[in-house]
């Protein structure tokens, strides 16, 4: 007879039983130059005039959203707030229009970090799309009052590019990112 316990051959006795199931969540964060130099190339590419055909996506937005959704402690929604104020006064529009909306889309992606963060890339924009909407009626609907006139629902077009682009972004915005932890790995 033996006095072992049945399951004593299933108990790890490293510290590797310790590790999370996904250890992608623990990563190191994105370096500060690279973030802050991806919204400023973002935003000079959103100064082009390709910005005033109707559908174009607002790059500027998605970037914004994405580092408040990945980086909340370095990209809030007082960055978001200077780029719109700075679009704003680019596009000659009313004054803090832009501001709102790039706030208002932070604000959501911040709300929802811990949650989004659990999901794919491809998912991640479902959950994005009723914040980009929503963030997109209320300027809307200001600018309407404000003007006097709707102005139509060709807006919807470049809302839902700016979505779909999402997974594009994940991509080149964490690329640095997964070198140096493909880096760190490897040499583990």
């Known amino acids: 007879m033996s006095s072992k316990p049945a399951n004593a051959g299933r108990v790890r006795s490293s510290l590797s039983a310790l590790e999370p199931i996904d250890a992608s969540a623990f990563g190191r964060p994105s370096h500060p130059v690279f973030i802050w130099a991806s919204l400023i190339l973002v935003w000079l590419i959103s100064l082009l005039p390709w910005r005033l055909w109707e559908p174009a996506p607002d790059?500027?937005?998605?970037?914004?959203?994405?580092?408040?959704?990945n980086e909340p402690r370095r990209v809030g929604m007082f960055t978001a707030f200077c780029f719109g104020l700075i679009m704003d006064v680019h596009d000659a529009g009313f004054l803090g229009e832009q501001a709102?909306?790039?706030?208002?889309?932070?604000?959501?992606?911040?709300?929802?970090?811990?949650?989004?963060?659990?999901?794919?890339?491809?998912?991640?924009?479902?959950?994005?799309?009723?914040?980009?909407?929503?963030?997109?009626?209320?300027?809307?609907?200001?600018?309407?009052?404000?003007?006097?006139?709707?102005?139509?629902?060709?807006?919807?077009?470049?809302?839902?590019?700016?979505?779909?682009?999402?997974?594009?972004?994940?991509?080149?915005?964490?690329?640095?990112?997964?070198?140096?932890?493909?880096?760190?790995?490897?040499?583990?």
Not at 59 to 69: E, K
Not at 148 to 168: C, D, F, K, N, Y
Request: proline share 5%; hydrophobic share 60%; with cysteine.
């Open 59 to 69: 790059l500027l937005l998605l970037v914004i959203a994405f580092w408040s959704l």
């Open 100 to 188: 709102l909306l790039y706030t208002l889309v932070a604000f959501g992606a911040a709300c929802l970090t811990r949650r989004l963060q659990r999901f794919s890339p491809l998912a991640q924009p479902i959950h994005m799309l009723p914040i980009m909407v929503g963030a997109e009626i209320i300027v809307r609907v200001m600018h309407a009052w404000l003007a006097g006139q709707w102005a139509g629902w060709a807006w919807i077009g470049s809302v839902l590019l700016t979505v779909a682009l999402w997974p594009l972004a994940e991509i080149l915005l964490h690329l640095p990112k997964r070198g140096q932890d493909e880096i760190d790995s490897g040499a583990a």
